[in-house]
């Protein structure tokens, strides 16, 4: 059993369960039905202007998450592997209309990202979110223009069975700590903690 965060206020359950686990079952696959669902979820985020700058490309065969888990850098491909679908999330860097740059867009995906982590979370689902892509690599494998900032790349899948990982990621097989809710307050009139 997987030992939970210290929780110290009411929150969705979504969000007091959601961690971002290694361990993914490679035989159990997410269904249309679900995927669809998550980008939705993702779809419903607010942004700048509403200019809706995020992107999702989604590797689900061999063939494509193969050639994902291949841009992906540091221990990453040897968990990711699993994963029966992986997301690489892209940004569009500037406002479509005036073609000016929207120094938000990075804010906006981020917000997308974390509406479809909670609807996987929500639908019995895990995520695991990769900073460590080879960027240059994955804009010269699928073909990004250079308008688009590579944000990170997402594993989703169902939970695995841990013993499958490498010895050293099996002992971080759970959800880290946070740091105090005081420690993350900068000013101004904050409530008491």
């Known amino acids: ?4 965060r210290e929780i110290r206020h009411d929150i969705l359950p979504e969000i007091r369960d959601r961690w971002s686990p290694r361990a993914f079952d490679p035989d159990r696959p997410v269904s249309d039905g679900d995927l669809l669902a998550l980008l939705e979820a993702a779809r419903q985020a607010p942004s700048c202007m509403n200019e809706q700058p995020w992107r999702f490309l989604v590797a689900r ?6 050639k994902l888990v291949g841009v992906l850098a540091g221990r990453n491909p040897a968990w990711a592997k699993d994963a029966p679908v992986l997301l690489l999330v892209l940004a569009v860097q500037a406002f479509e209309e005036t073609g000016k740059p929207n120094r938000w867009h990075l804010f906006d995906t981020g917000t997308a990202w974390g509406f479809l982590s909670l609807e996987a979370q929500r639908r019995g689902l895990v995520t695991h979110a990769m900073g460590g892509v080879r960027v240059d690599q994955a804009r010269a494998a699928f073909a990004i223009p250079e308008d688009m900032s590579i944000v990170c790349a ?3 899948g169902y939970y695995g069975d841990p013993a499958r990982l490498e010895p050293d990621l099996r002992e971080r097989e759970h959800p880290s700590p946070r740091e105090p ?6 000013g101004g009139d904050p409530p008491s903690v």
């Open 1 to 4: 059993m997987i030992e939970p």
């Open 61 to 66: 065969t061999e063939e494509s998450r193969r």
């Open 154 to 156: 997402v594993a989703v």
């Open 181 to 186: 809710l005081e420690s993350l307050l900068f």
